[in-house]
């Protein structure tokens, strides 16, 4: 998810340290308690359960987007719906 915004500091524990990220369209705020490197506008991080974990040089973010869409376009419809009953 690409950076859109960057809260806090990464030297003040006290502050909140959230950073604003999209990814096609859809902006979500995570926290950035546990990313290794802290992010600057535009940079891309790696998101799991509301935490920036990774972050990634462009060249590798779009590269691993491009992959997760190939991976996407060869499953079955009923997998890709949010309302499969789990």
Not at 20 to 32: A, E, F, Q
Request: charged share 30%; no cysteine.
């Amino acid at each position: 998810m690409r950076v859109e915004q960057v809260e806090g500091s990464p030297d003040d524990f006290t502050s909140e340290q959230l950073a604003t990220v999209n990814m096609d369209g859809i902006s979500r705020k995570v926290r950035l308690d546990v990313v290794d490197r802290w992010p600057e506008v535009g940079d891309y991080v790696i998101v799991h359960a509301g935490f920036a974990i990774h972050s990634l040089v462009e060249e590798e973010a779009k590269r691993n987007i491009e992959l997760i869409r190939e991976l996407a376009s060869h499953m079955p419809e009923e997998l890709l719906r949010s309302d499969n009953g789990s």
